[in-house]
């Protein structure tokens, strides 16, 4: 299965490896630079690249390469699922995955790696489990390491490991007894320039954070659950409970976790929270465009529209813009030509806009397509699914003490484009 | 002490070893003596007594190691401290001895005691833990050190060392293939295991040492099915792509009469498809009803355990669990169910973008074979701005795959918004798409040609040329029509300057000359021009143009011709230097020149036939999806081949878990109880099989739940009865509760004996009940919580009522039927019970037989009044009632003549009818026997309402032999392969003999045609009266009068061949005695003796 892994930066060095079988030499990694090289964007490099006697499958997050080395067949899904449960881990563990990160806590990188697989083949990948073995590095834990002596390996033996419920540890005890579940939903739709969208789908997840003593047997449902078109569960969740019922019937890790993720498909309607009032022209024979946008909300049922972000990839003819934001800041990138303007809350008296000019390189033609623009949006407390929560039972007699309370709080987020499509 | 100072010599010896090594080591280069001095420093500080400055010194290592700098010159300093104390520096040595025990192999041996020591250790993970870090050692000195500690650590008590096992199995292959026999041992041990904690560990050592052993999967695979749902992701993913694997190879295509009913197929399914799944088993009863009439095929039991146990973890979160289901299902699942995975596989494509990369080629392939699964989610395959390049591209070839007629133009519609992306290979990519759908669908291929004409203006160079080329291949397909467009093309050879493009427009108006007969010699003219600055493939074009030219149009280009073929022949690259020459031979006529020549205008202006534009991923299926060979469209090392289907499947029976396994089990009196309450147990056991334990998960308070699994830990194969107790325990409180229904309601025979046996087993079992509560704990504990938890009760209750026979309750049946019947083990339900192995089993499951003979004699003891053949008959099942979907059919030797043919035996069957439907025609079909065997099939019944039951009477002649009769039981909407074996003394009919006559004929028959066999009488069984009946109930003898009344006697002929079978019991005081049969027939005498044997000894 899995040999080696290494961690590569983004101006290419190898900052971390890690064998579990014999000694690969790290300059297997010279196919993947090869393969960096040819890609025109850091995203465009395969997953999967074969070399003459090993194959690389890499996965991207947080601007590290994770490479992993492989002799022979083995699902390649298997392994980039592996590697992103690592870059998760990490995260859990350290904040952020980020090389600083992974570099100041090498040790306990390597220890976690060293429990993760075994001869290559996962081994122990729940958290909980991990968390057990060895105990995340904390400020506080730092210093008292350093002065003690003690270690942030875990005394105790991962008595998780032959439990039947792996991911969760045993002989949990809280004295206020919690469980908070985070409703997100993200809206992905394309909307063409006459503003009528082409498709749109509602990705949720359920994210908890569950802080009971014992062993809490939870139900859940749901007011609708048939609007659910296609669900996925954390392990804990018993199928069979959802097939027959439409009950989410589960004994909760310790912690935070994602509990279950759903898609809504599009044939049922999504309404799109914001509209966009657009008009970017290229006149013929000048060096000069125009650029003229506006958002404004719309059914968004009262609540505000936050944290917007507009960005849109202007043609390469254009040298720089000269804006002027109603609200907001806005950068130009003029290498990439990346114009990004974060609006924040709209206001729906006062309309943000964003108007100005753009200067195009003298004698360049002009460019025969308009850009798309991507806008990203927050709304707090509004589910557009209108999937809720509605039983809270509790099942299982271990958690008598205080019934947890439940802050749903819901967070879509559109990605939006507004194809200026003048084929149309 | 003295190892001390071993190590300290050690550490002279190595260091000097180590520092040229480390010379060598570039990355130091320049502070090597900085470094140097470092390493120093750390091996002092190893060597402290304090565990903080070891500690230190350790993570530095690993930082070291994990940087890539070579720390092997640290080896012995490190290695002494491998039993340190402090847990945090004994794993950082652990990591450092793994990482270089290879490279130092001499000093490595000096820590494999500690780890031996580690495997003494009672701490269940401490064992684990040293048996881990020693299979990692790659010395290949330790290779029998680590065998042992494999073999024992396979047959540890607990799971979790077991699970380290399997895990050990494959480093120590990868270390010494040679060790392959003994480990393939040590796995088939494994994969009996039944905890879901080794079961993905051992099936992925399975697959890295043996996959070519399929046949170490039979036994398992229902048991494998069972656990799936509840092993951790990465075993499921393993284990999954093993199962598909085995199951191309023993079960037959259930696509085979596709072509057959394609239509009717479909509509009958389409109902199917969409509901949901709890009524799955009330739907598969209907599909499959008319499915049964049009064609034989009927899907294996086994086939759908698989696919039904692995649907539901397509709703893992797991990307790598739901793609091994979803391939599973597209390699094995008929085409009518194969839509389930569609939806998943959308899902995914919300996930990180290199699983995105996967999936995507995956449905491409999918998308070729079966469109129609992905067509309702055309839109989630549309293109987002944001996508990376490469992912572009994947959507579009599932786009271009899935376009047909109906759905075009909004394909195109999308195609031509993407044509005016930045992104410019994605619009090279676009414009082939669009040339593919031209191709694909005539209806839009004017459209497509015109929207790229106008592409032809386009600014962009890139997009212009990928046109031309798309452009080429469409003119192909009718080139009459379009001249325009080649003048248009022709035009263009002024502007464009990509190669690939102007040699397309080259060879475009080279092979269509004549439809532009005065642009063309123009175009000549300006390229021969322009010859020398061209790229190869241009000038290759070029002298392709000149050559038809001149071939259709000598007068205007003869010269021409000849100035270009000049310019090539003296050309640097020598392909065209060739070509050149091969061209000027062939055209230009000489004196010389050969026949070819008069052939030039064939060869050169034949008509070509149009490119086929099609996917790449055409085909790419014969790989298994879901792998990287799939991926890569090559073959990677280790790959296994998915196998074609069988022609014909092989024997189903070999899958059948035999009774040899039960004997393992710690109490035989316990197992011999349970077995009584199997057939409850089992409907409800088989049918959640899976579930099991996430429904008493469910069921049971959590903490009972909890108590069971550390159990579970704490006592190996313990652990697997008591949770059949806890089961059992469940199934007594639900049997008490409606003992009185329990009796009609059993499927089993409701004859009087079988009442007796309940009863009398209830007894015994609550004397075991004491017993066994002592022994665990966590059983009483879970009987309360199930007390309390009646949900759990009603819950199961249902399920047992709707449940549909998958394989695992038959096998459990089974070993039931074992207790009531003596050699009928396999009848069960395999359509074709081999024959070799009947009569072995029926020997070889000896003791067992001898148990439960024991069993129903006792009760023949409770009744004794019944001494005639006729009371003591016992029946058999031929078809469970679940497996036949609700009509249940059992048969006995009725010791009547057969009236119609007085050499068969005659066989009565009794069918019953539970299902909440009538049964019509019930007959028999497709029998088939061993050569000699005849049957005469019984009348058919037209109708058996619900609720009723018929009897019926066939004959079987068994030639004399135990072989089984197989046949297919039809009722009009099923079949069910079913087969009839005969125990050896059903063989027989009784002959009257008198004394004398019993003599004489026993003088005949002897020397080889007579077994004796000493034996010792049960001691319930030591008077006359009992051993007559016991003989006469075994066999179908009659007695012989006698004088002396310490011998009975039998006399009796068998069936077929009327040979004298005589049977002699001589008593002797104790309860010794003697058994002697003179049969001419050897083979049936010792069966017989075999039989009589246990019959009077229990």
């Keep these: ?424 | 002490m003295s190892a001390s100072s071993a190590f300290n010599e050690e550490k002279g010896g190595s260091s000097s070893v180590g520092e040229p090594e480390y010379g060598h080591d570039p990355a130091s280069g320049g502070i090597f003596s900085s470094d140097y001095k470092r390493h120093d420093d750390l091996k002092e500080m190893l060597d402290s007594n304090k565990d903080s400055l070891k500690l230190e010194a350790m993570k530095r290592i690993v930082a070291m190691i994990a940087r890539g700098k070579n720390a092997s010159d640290l080896f012995p300093a490190v290695v002494k401290n491998v039993a340190c104390k402090n847990i945090e520096v004994k794993k950082l040595v652990y990591v450092y001895l793994v990482r270089y025990a290879e490279e130092q192999q001499d000093l490595a041996l000096l820590s494999i005691s500690t780890f031996q020591r580690g495997l003494k250790d009672p701490n269940q993970l401490i064992r684990a833990s040293a048996l881990r870090v020693l299979s990692s050692i790659r010395v290949t000195i330790i290779v029998p050190i680590m065998m042992l500690a494999i073999k024992e650590a396979a047959s540890d008590m607990s799971p979790y060392v077991r699970k380290t096992a399997a895990h050990a199995i494959p480093k120590l292959y990868s270390l010494d293939p040679e060790q392959k026999d003994q480990l393939i041992e040590v796995i088939e041990k494994l994969l009996a295991d039944k905890t879901t904690l080794v079961a993905g560990s051992v099936v992925m050592a399975f697959e890295e040492v043996c996959p070519e052993r399929i046949d170490l999967i039979h036994k398992n695979y229902r048991k494998l099915c069972n656990l799936l749902i509840d092993v951790e992701e990465w075993g499921q993913v393993v284990i999954i792509n093993m199962l598909t694997r085995y199951a191309r190879t023993q079960f037959l295509n259930p696509n085979m009469n596709e072509s057959l009913l394609e239509e009717g197929s479909d509509k009958t399914f389409y109902g199917s498809d969409e509901d949901e799944d709890e009524e799955e088993e009330e739907k598969e009863k209907k599909a499959e009803a008319p499915m049964a009439k049009r064609k034989p095929y009927v899907m294996d039991p086994d086939h759908r355990l698989l696919l039904r146990n692995t649907k539901p973890l397509l709703q893992s979160r797991n990307a790598a669990v739901v793609m091994a289901v979803a391939q599973l299902y597209f390699h094995l699942a008929p085409k009518v169910e194969v839509g389930v995975i569609a939806k998943a596989l959308v899902r995914l494509l919300r996930s990180h973008s290199e699983v995105q990369y996967v999936v995507l080629q995956n449905v491409a392939t999918m998308s070729i074979k079966r469109r129609g699964m992905f067509e309702p989610y055309l839109k989630s395959f549309y293109i987002r701005s944001t996508d990376p390049t490469q992912i572009k591209v994947l959507k579009l070839e599932v786009l271009t795959n899935l376009a047909n007629e109906t759905n075009i133009s909004t394909i195109l519609r999308e195609f031509q918004t993407y044509i005016k992306s930045m992104d410019k290979d994605f619009v090279a990519a676009t414009i082939q798409a669009i040339g593919r759908c031209a191709t694909n669908i005539g209806e839009v291929r004017d459209t497509c040609l015109n929207g790229l004409v106008q592409l032809l203006s386009n600014r962009d160079e890139l997009v212009v040329a990928e046109s031309v080329v798309v452009i080429k291949k469409l003119l192909q397909m009718q080139p009459e029509k379009h001249s325009d467009i080649i003048k248009h093309m022709a035009k263009l050879t002024d502007n464009i300057q990509v190669p690939m493009a102007r040699a397309s427009i080259l060879w475009l108006i080279g092979e269509y000359c004549e439809h532009v007969p005065k642009i063309a010699p123009d175009v000549l003219r300006k390229m021969a021009k322009s010859f020398t600055n061209e790229e190869d493939i241009v000038k290759l074009q070029i002298i392709n143009l000149a050559a038809k030219l001149y071939l259709t149009n000598s007068k205007q280009t003869k010269l021409l011709t000849q100035y270009v073929l000049n310019l090539a022949k003296y050309d640097q690259n020598y392909d065209i230097r060739d070509r050149a020459r091969f061209i000027r031979q062939l055209i230009v006529p000489t004196e010389k020149s050969g026949a070819l020549s008069k052939y030039a205008k064939k060869l050169f202006l034949a008509l070509k036939p149009a490119p086929v534009l099609e996917s790449p991923f055409k085909d790419r299926d014969h790989f298994q999806l879901g792998s990287l060979s799939h991926l890569l469209n090559a073959k990677a090392g280790g790959y296994q081949e998915l196998p074609d289907w069988p022609e014909a499947a092989p024997d189903p029976s070999v899958r059948n878990v035999e009774v040899p396994e039960w004997t393992k089990c710690s109490s035989r009196e316990k197992r011999k109880e349970k077995r009584v309450e199997k057939p409850f147990y089992s409907d409800s056991e088989g049918e959640s099989g899976p579930t099991e334990s996430a429904d008493s998960e469910s069921d049971s308070a959590s903490g009972s739940e909890m108590g069971s699994g550390l159990e579970e830990s704490g006592s190996g194969s313990e652990s697997e009865g008591s949770e059949e107790e806890d089961e059992k325990d469940k199934k007594k409180i639900k049997k008490d509760l409606k003992k009185p229904v329990k009796e009609s309601e059993s499927e089993q025979s409701s004859e009087e004996e079988e009442r007796k046996h309940q009863r009398k087993s209830d007894q015994q079992k609550s004397d075991s009940e004491s017993e066994s509560d002592e022994e665990s704990d966590s059983e009483s504990s879970q009987s309360e919580s199930d007390d309390s938890d009646s949900e759990a009760d009603v819950k199961k209750k249902k399920k047992a009522a709707e449940s549909k026979p998958p394989p695992k309750p038959v096998k459990k049946d089974t070993k039931k039927e074992k207790k009531e019947m003596s050699l009928l083990d396999l009848d069960d339900f395999e359509p074709a019970a081999s024959p070799q192995v009947t009569p072995v089993n029926s020997f070889l499951s000896n003791s067992l037989v001898t148990d439960l003979e024991g069993l129903s004699l006792s009760d023949a003891v409770l009744s004794p009044a019944n001494i005639s053949p006729c009371s003591a008959l016992k029946s058999y099942e031929l078809l469970h009632r679940i497996r036949g979907e609700g009509l249940s059919v059992e048969y006995c030797f009725s010791r009547q003549p057969f009236s119609p043919d007085g050499n068969m035996v005659a066989v009565q069957m009794q069918f019953t009818n539970n299902a909440t439907s009538e049964a019509k025609n019930l007959h028999m079909e497709d029998v088939k026997l061993q050569s000699g065997m005849r049957v005469k099939e019984f009348p058919e019944i037209e109708l058996l309402p619900a609720g009723e039951t018929a009897t019926a009477v066939m004959g079987i002649d068994f030639c004399d032999s135990t072989q089984a009769a197989n046949f297919q039981l039809c009722t009009h909407t099923r079949k069910f392969f079913v087969s009839i074996q005969p125990p050896v003394g059903e063989l027989m009919r009784p002959v009257f003999l008198t004394e004398n006559e019993f003599k004489k004929e026993q003088g005949q028959l002897m020397g080889m045609n007579e077994i004796t066999e000493k034996l010792t009488l049960d001691a319930k069984c030591r008077n006359e009266h009992t051993i007559v009946q016991r003989v006469t109930t075994a066999a179908n003898l009659s007695r012989v009068p006698c004088g002396s009344d310490k011998e009975c006697r039998f006399a009796g002929r068998t069936v077929t061949s009327g040979s004298l079978v005589l049977a002699t019991v001589a008593t002797k005081e104790g309860g010794a005695a003697q058994l002697t049969v003179n049969c001419e027939k050897m083979v049936i005498g010792t069966m017989l003796v075999k039989d009589v044997l246990l019959a009077l000894t229990q």
């Design chain 1, 1 to 424: 299965m899995i040999h080696s892994l290494f961690l590569i930066n983004a101006s290419g060095d190898i900052f971390l490896e890690k064998h579990w079988k014999s000694v690969v030499s790290r300059s297997v990694c010279d196919y993947f630079f090869e393969a960096q090289e040819r890609a025109s964007e850091p995203e465009n490099v395969p997953p999967v690249i074969p070399t003459p006697h090993h194959y690389l499958i890499s996965v991207l997050r947080h601007r590290i390469y994770f490479v992993a080395v492989i002799q022979s067949e083995v699902p390649p899904l298997f392994v980039i699922e592996f590697l992103h449960r690592v870059v998760d881990t990490f995260q859990d563990y350290f904040g952020v995955c980020t090389e600083a990160a992974i570099k100041d806590n090498v040790v306990v990188v390597y220890e976690l790696l060293e429990e993760m697989l075994d001869n290559g083949f996962p081994l122990a990948t729940e958290s909980n489990i991990l968390k057990e073995l060895i105990k995340p590095p904390t400020i506080l834990r730092t210093m008292v390491n350093t002065i003690t002596g003690s270690t942030n390996v875990g005394e105790q033996l991962p008595t998780g490991q032959l439990s039947v419920v792996p991911w969760r540890r045993t002989g949990v005890k809280y004295t206020n007894n919690e469980a908070y579940f985070d409703v997100v939903e993200e809206i992905d739709a394309i909307i063409d320039k006459s503003g009528s969208t082409i498709t749109a789908e509602i990705q949720g997840v359920i994210d908890a954070c569950v802080k009971l003593t014992g062993m809490p047997d939870l139900t859940l449902s749901f007011m609708n659950p048939r609007l659910l078109d296609d669900v996925s569960f954390h392990p804990c969740v018993r199928f069979k409970r959802w097939e027959a019922e439409r009950i989410l019937s589960f004994i909760p890790p310790d912690g935070n976790f994602r509990l279950l993720s759903y898609h809504v498909s599009s044939q049922n309607l999504v309404a799109i929270p914001v509209y966009v009032k657009h008009n970017i022209t290229f006149r013929e024979g000048s060096s000069q465009g125009r650029f003229d946008l506006t958002l404004g909300p719309k059914q968004t049922m009262g609540k505000a529209v936050e944290a917007v972000l507009v960005s849109s990839q202007l043609p390469r003819g254009v040298l720089n813009a000269n804006l002027n934001a109603s609200q907001g800041t806005y950068t130009f990138d003029p290498v990439t030509k990346m114009l990004t303007w974060d609006v924040g809350k709209i206001n729906p008296q006062k309309l943000p806009s964003l108007k100005g000019s753009m200067n195009l390189q003298a004698g360049a033609s002009k460019p025969d397509e308009n850009p798309t623009i991507n806008i990203q949006l927050k709304i707090q407390q509004m589910a557009i699914s209108v999937s809720t929560v509605t039983r809270w039972p509790l099942g299982g007699a271990k958690c008598t003490k205080a019934p947890p309370h439940m802050t749903p709080e819901t967070t879509p987020l559109a990605g939006y484009d507004s194809d200026e499509a003048s084929l149309r």
